[in-house]
């Protein structure tokens, strides 16, 4: 077993901590007050080839790996969790399903622009009563010539107002059941797409919206893999976005970890530095390892997928549940330091306690996890398939 990164991924690690650094870290407070949304750093961080490591370089990727991917999503997360969301907009809830699934013609079609971010890209699943229950979806796709005829509303999808492209989920038969809901790439320029924001206690840079369709006319290759094969697709892309979510959740709880360990070092009570207290550094050390276990949890189930083992979704959920754990607990521990000062707006701290909640929602709840996990473990239901 080898735990060191290589001399590439190290180097990628340190010059994405740089561009964090300079690009992100000073503007995100700014940025999560005025609920704005960086669209130039994401231009930025296209241009860099952020989102195309796991992309071939026939596409305009960079073909470093998933496990690259993860390293640069943690160091980005670090400076602000709503930039961290473009990763999965832009690559690993767009783009990946679009080259698992997609013909040679939509690769070339939608893939060097997503990954570019040329076009910014977004995912609908999510409707008003269908969440952790994907197959509730109401949406439909009617075929209707050579074509469809998109029905529905989606709710709480990032990015949905600055979006150029979606990939939408929606049923062409329902009376198939699971077998009935299909994939399409939809040109969110279409005539009767329509967006509205909603406004959320955290990740204020990254946009969350709905999105409603209404007789939206589909040309044939909208329709991403056969007809009936959504579910496939959906859960499939579920497995590579919760890679994000791990990694930006180990991200966000580093720099918890980080203005921590400064401000223990920085504030002085009773004559002496609050680090020298035996209950802050129980607080600090404990972070320190439950960021560690989620950091080794989700480079493992990135390494898995470099080595061709995208369906690995017992230990991308071991990731993504031990990050959103720990991330939530480095927030929680990180506000009892700082005390009043991590409270007000002085210290990013508050940001990050907001923002932490976050990976115990998306993606699959916590408890989804859970479930995945405990189910596999009973032999209900296998995770990896």
Known sequence: MDFGLNEELVAM??????????????HADKWDEEHHFPKDVIKKMGELGY?????????????????????????????SSSVRVAFNTQCLGTVVSILRHGTEEQKQKWVPDLINAEKIGCFAITEPNAGSDVLALKATAK??????????????????????????????????????MSAFVVDMHSEGVSTSNLDKL???????????????????????????????IVFSSLNQTRLSCASGGVGVAQACLDASIQYCLEREQFGKQIGQFQMNQALLAEMS??????????????????????????????????????????????????????????????????????YQIVEGTTNVQKMILAQDLLGYRKANR
């Not at 690690?13 to 000073?26: G, N, S």
């Not at 840079?205 to 009936?228: H, K």
Request: aromatic share 10%; glycine share 10%; charged share 25%.
């Open 13 to 26: 690690k340190e010059a994405a901590r740089t561009f964090t650094e300079k690009e992100i870290v000073p």
């Open 51 to 79: 989102f195309g490591c796991p992309v071939p370089e026939d596409y305009g990727g960079t073909d470093v790996g998933f496990l690259a991917q993860a390293i640069l999503c943690e160091e980005v997360s670090r400076g």
């Open 143 to 180: 075929k209707d010539g050579d074509g469809y005829i998109l029905n529905g509303s989606k709710t709480w999808i990032s990015f949905a107002s600055h979006a150029d492209l979606a990939m939408v989920y929606a049923y062409t038969d329902r009376s198939q059941g699971s077998r009935g």
């Open 202 to 232: 955290g990740t204020r840079s990254s946009p969350t919206g709905e999105i409603s369709f209404e007789d939206v006319r589909l040309p044939a290759d909208a329709l991403l893999g056969p007809e009936g094969a959504g579910v496939k």
């Open 289 to 358: 390892a439950e960021i560690e276990a989620a950091r080794l949890l989700t480079y493992k189930a990135a390494w898995q997928k470099d080595q061709g083992q995208l369906g690995n979704v017992r230990e991308t959920c071991l990731a993504k549940y031990t990050a959103g754990m720990a991330v939530t607990h480095c927030s929680e521990k990180a506000m009892r330091i700082l005390g009043a000062y991590g409270y007000s707006t002085e210290y990013p701290v508050a940001r990050y306690y907001r923002d932490a909640i976050l």
